[in-house]
């Protein structure tokens, strides 16, 4: 056996033992268990967000900002464990935050220009 036919059978192994190890029946009950209270939390928040448009008689400014806090987690509980956001490398999360970075430029420049004119 050659050190190339060595590595590929060490490599083999090594891919064998780590599907095992995501197929066994206690590793996948737990990933169920997380995806559900996550699909529970985003029901409880959408329920949240529902009573804030119709049940509860808030200013609109107050009802905004609450709405938007809701959203944020919601976002948060779909990038983070729907998208496995929270499992990936730095180099995921930096490119995230340029993202997030730039997209509040974005945002703030026409803002910016519709609030100077106002003044």
Known sequence: MTDHSAH???????????DDHHNDPASIAKELKVYWLVFGGLAVLTGITVGLCYGFDLPVHTAII?????????GFLVAGFFMHLLNEKKLIFSILGITVFFFAVLLWGPWHHVYSLMK
Do not use: C, Q, R, S
């Not at 590929?8 to 780590?18: C, K, N, P, S, V």
């Not at 609450?66 to 919601?74: D, S």
């Open 66 to 74: 609450v709405a938007l806090i809701v959203a944020l987690l919601k």
């Open 8 to 18: 590929a059978a060490h490599g083999d192994e090594h891919l064998a033992a780590h």
